[in-house]
């Protein structure tokens, strides 16, 4: 889905949030890429199986959604509230979730492997070849 696609869903989900009129956010198993939701009022939305990765909810509020099974890898969350989300097997490989809320947050088999850890494991299996000591003497 585009940016485009995404707009009249989420407004029609903002009506059904707030006066119950409109309809609510059903994005499961869309194609949510790179998409920009930024600020968006994303409570009680259904985004599983969703593949949001790389996507960017930074300051979203994601209260109550549903991202059960869903792919958020390398995802911008700063400040993103995901107070009693669904969120088991979801994969969330390089999510920023700097100053993000998860309280109460279900995340039974979500994989929450951060980028930097892999980078540093990977950095520290290398073999780096060290100088000849004895040719520096």
């Known amino acids: 889905m585009t940016q485009k696609d995404v707009a009249p869903v989420l407004q029609q989900h903002k009506e059904w949030v707030t006066n119950r009129q409109g309809?609510?956010?059903?994005?499961?198993?869309?194609?949510?890429?790179?998409?920009?939701?930024?600020g968006a009022d994303l409570r009680y939305a259904d985004f599983r199986a969703a593949d949001l990765s790389g996507a960017i909810l930074s300051q979203a509020?994601?209260?109550?959604?549903?991202?059960?099974?869903?792919?958020?890898?390398?995802?911008?969350?700063?400040?993103?509230?995901?107070?009693?989300?669904?969120?088991?097997?979801?994969?969330?490989?390089?999510?920023?979730?700097?100053?993000?809320?998860?309280?109460?947050?279900?995340?039974?088999?979500?994989?929450?492997?951060?980028?930097?850890?892999q980078a540093v494991a990977e950095a520290a299996s290398r073999q780096i070849p060290q100088r000849d000591k004895d040719k520096e003497r």
């Open 23 to 38: 309809k609510q956010a059903d994005l499961r198993g869309a194609d949510l890429r790179k998409i920009n939701l930024e």
């Open 61 to 117: 509020n994601c209260q109550h959604a549903d991202f059960r099974g869903a792919n958020l890898s390398n995802a911008v969350c700063i400040g993103t509230n995901f107070t009693n989300a669904r969120m088991d097997g979801a994969n969330m490989f390089g999510v920023d979730l700097r100053t993000a809320t998860l309280q109460f947050a279900q995340m039974s088999g979500a994989n929450v492997t951060s980028s930097y850890k």
